[in-house]
Each structure stands twice: as structure tokens, then as C-alpha cells.
């Protein structure tokens, strides 16, 4: 007998769930593109975009766009064909970046992970100071590219640690992240970090349909642009500065999308506050954790990302114990419980013991508490080891954190 009949829950890396307020906002009419409501509209967005990414310096960008829009205007404005780039790997997603690269005639190296494991900063700097000794000037690389979360691996890299190891190397690569998996959910400090270019979707941490890509560019990647011999008339940031507000999206701007994005930037900037949503994700990373943990000592399942502390707060990717079908677990989850758990992604774990919980964006305890349950519901009905207590150890968690 299903029991998801009511509210359907996403617990999937994105997109995420929308609050209901941003989903209203977005029943409004278009109103006049060129004129000064809609221009303002978009003046208030890219203002506190720079807030998210946590910037004075940068310029913000709104693409319509995914994550992969994203990554492509990053390229087209700083790159030009034959430039050589390093990509960061620690999971899937940089490496996807870097394919983008590769197909827009970048030459592309990676700095291989390790399974499940963060960027190790020190690797990165050996190999910077052995490219800064081995290559000439036109050789170098131009642009040092990773991701803050890898939504695959779920681990997160140290941004700070990676900007220290590229400064130590004395080396000029332009620092570019993605933060689509991580930016509204964890700290990111643009300025502060020494970012150069940062991008990010609207799909996850910020609470918004998919559609948009946001793009923070800071001085170093701004004086790139002129150079760039990728640069397309859609992607360019020149063509996109001037006062027609049209142009600022290179078209036809994407209205109800706006209208779901600032409300979506007044919850978390102004009603939640940036911070309070960063402690927030990691209190319900933490309870998920607990979960795992006492299922895992029941011999379910394991955490892909063996470290603990480069486990990260919005998405946890898991192996299920040999012999057990993550698939299964589910589409017992989808069909009797309305709850979407997350398909494994890349190649990292066995396609059928795979499996992610997502913990980001509008999310909160009920609803992880909600999840959890519901995976350790699946786990008894599926004949899974050591499910009862892994919902217990995560309000336990919540309970104690919280505790007056
Ligand atoms: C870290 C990261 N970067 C980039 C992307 C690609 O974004 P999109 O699917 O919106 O193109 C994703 C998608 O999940 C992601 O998790």
C-alpha cells in the first residue's frame, strides 16, 4: 500500500525544492522589458548576487542558463583556442568542465583525485611550480579551474588552501570555481579566497527553478576578456553592459524566473540571512550523517568520501553493501514514500549500489528527518541490515545541537 499520497519531497542534488513563496511569485504577468521596474528588477538581483558569492570586487552576470551555461561563459570570456588550462579533479564535475574546454579547443590537464577525496593542495602547487620551470609564457596554464562541491563525490575542497598553494607557487593561472553544489549553503568568500571567476546555478542552494546561471567576475578574469578568442556575442560580457536591460540578458529576459529569484534571494539574504542557512546546512548535514553512521555500523551501506572532514554539507553520496540494490531502496523511496533519493552520477560508485541523499537549499528538519525516515522505512521493507535507530541517531543529533 503506497503511503505518497501529500506533499512529494526531493531529496535529489537538484533541482531542489522550491518554497512555496517563490513558486508564487512566479504568477505574475511580464511587465515592459525595457522599461525602469524591470531594469531596477535586475539591478537588485545582480547586487545581491554579489552578496552570495560574497564580493565587492566582482561583477555578477544572470545567464539563461544551466550550470553548463555557466561554465561555458566562464570559457568563452577568458580562453582562447590552444590555451592550456589544469582542472582539479575530485569527483566528476570539474572534469565535465574541463571537457567543455576541451571541446572549445582548450588544451586540458587533469590533476587525477583520489577516490572520494578532496584536492589535495599540495599536489596542486608541485604541479604549478613545475609548470611555471617547464613551459614558456604562451604554454603556461591561464586558468587553474575546480569545483567547491563535487555533487558526485560529495566531498568539498578548500578553496583558501588551493588559492594558498597557487600563490605559493608564485603561479599567474586564473582561479575560477564552480560553486553550482555549494554557493547559499556553505561559506564562500569571493574576495576573500582570492577567487577569480565564480559561477554557480539557480537550481540548488538557491531555492530557484533551473534556468539561471550566475556568474561573479573579479578583476583578474574581467582584464582577460579582451584576449579571449572564444568569446561569443551571447556568452560576452561587454555586450551585456550597457543600459538596455534587454541586452543585459542578451534577449528576451527571463521575467517569472526573476520574479521566483528575488524572492528566493529576500529568504535567504533578508528573512533566513546567509550565515543562519550555512549553519543550517551543516546542522542537517550532521544529522544525515548520524544516520548514515548507525546504518553504516549496521553493514548497509558506507560513505563514498572516507575522510570525514571533506564530507560536505549538502549532499552525501553513499555505497550500498555488496549484494543490496541501491536502485531498489530508491524506487521504494519514489513509490511508496514520494521521496526522491539522488541516482548515483559519474562512474565513481557500482551503478547499482550507488545512491546520494541531497540536504540543500529548502530543506529542514522535518524534511530530513522525513527523508531519512524514509530510506530507513525502504531499508526494513527491502530486508536492509541495521535499520532501526539511523532516524533516532539523527534527532538525537538535532536534539542535542539544540538543546536549551
Ligand atoms: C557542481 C556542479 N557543477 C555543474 C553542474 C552542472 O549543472 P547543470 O546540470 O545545471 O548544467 C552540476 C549539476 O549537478 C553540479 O553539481
Given at each position: 500500500m503506497p503511503l505518497s499520497h501529500g506533499r512529494k519531497l526531493i531529496?535529489?542534488?537538484?533541482?531542489t525544492n522550491l518554497p512555496d513563496e517563490v513558486l508564487q511569485a512566479m504568477h505574475a504577468q511580464s511587465i515592459d522589458i525595457y522599461g525602469d521596474e524591470a531594469a531596477a528588477l535586475t539591478d537588485g538581483l545582480l547586487t545581491d548576487l554579489r552578496k552570495v558569492f560574497r564580493t565587492e570586487a566582482a561583477r555578477t552576470f544572470i545567464y539563461i542558463a544551466n550550470g553548463h551555461g555557466g561554465w561555458e561563459a566562464a570559457l568563452a570570456n577568458t580562453l582562447s583556442r590552444g590555451d592550456r588550462v589544469l582542472v582539479l579533479d575530485s569527483g566528476s564535475f570539474a572534469k565535465g568542465w574541463g571537457e567543455m574546454a576541451q571541446t572549445l579547443g582548450v588544451d586540458v590537464d587533469i590533476l587525477p583525485g583520489r577516490p572520494g577525496r578532496a584536492v589535495d593542495a599540495n599536489a596542486v602547487e608541485a604541479r604549478l611550480r613545475d609548470d611555471l620551470t617547464s613551459h614558456g609564457d604562451e604554454q603556461r596554464y591561464k586558468a587553474v579551474l575546480t569545483v567547491q562541491?563535487?555533487?558526485?563525490?560529495s566531498t568539498v575542497n578548500d578553496l583558501a588552501a588551493i588559492r594558498a598553494a597557487i600563490s605559493a607557487a608564485g603561479h599567474p593561472a586564473l582561479y575560477g570555481v564552480d560553486g553550482v553544489a555549494s554557493i547559499g549553503c556553505m561559506p564562500f568568500e569571493m574576495d576573500a579566497w582570492g577567487v577569480d571567476l565564480a559561477l554557480t546555478g539557480?537550481?540548488?542552494?538557491?531555492?530557484?527553478?533551473?534556468g539561471l546561471a550566475f556568474l561573479a567576475v573579479g578583476p583578474r578574469a574581467w582584464a582577460m576578456r579582451g584576449g579571449a578568442d572564444l568569446h561569443s556575442r551571447y556568452w560576452g560580457w561587454d555586450e551585456r553592459l550597457g543600459e538596455i536591460h534587454y541586452m543585459k540578458y542578451c534577449g528576451t529576459p527571463p521575467m517569472q524566473l526573476l520574479y521566483a529569484l528575488r524572492r528566493a534571494l529576500d529568504l535567504l539574504l533578508?528573512?533566513?540571512?546567509l550565515e543562519a542557512a550555512w549553519a543550517r546546512h551543516k546542522l542537517l548535514a550532521n544529522a544525515t550523517r548520524a544516520a548514515v553512521q548507525h546504518w553504516s555500523a549496521g553493514g548497509a551501506m558506507t560513505f563514498y568520501a572516507p575522510e570525514p572532514a571533506e564530507r560536505c554539507d549538502t549532499v552525501t553520496t553513499l555505497v550500498a553493501a555488496e549484494g543490496l540494490d541501491s536502485g531498489a531502496l530508491r524506487r521504494f523511496c519514489l513509490e511508496n514514500c514520494g521521496v526522491a533519493i539522488g541516482v548515483p552520477t559519474?562512474?565513481?560508485?557500482?551503478p547499482d549500489r550507488g545512491f546520494r541523499i541531497a540536504h540543500m537549499g529548502h530543506w529542514n528538519a522535518p524534511m530530513a528527518l522525513g527523508a531519512l525516515g524514509a530510506v530507513e522505512l525502504a531499508m526494513t521493507a527491502l530486508g536492509w541490515p541495521g535499520a532501526h535507530g539511523g532516524v533516532s541517531a539523527a534527532a538525537a543529533l538535532l536534539g542535542e545541537s539544540l538543546r536549551v
Open positions: 531529496a535529489f542534488p537538484g533541482p562541491i563535487d555533487t558526485a563525490s539557480s537550481q540548488k542552494g538557491l531555492m530557484t527553478p533551473p533578508r528573512e533566513e540571512g559519474g562512474d565513481l560508485t557500482p
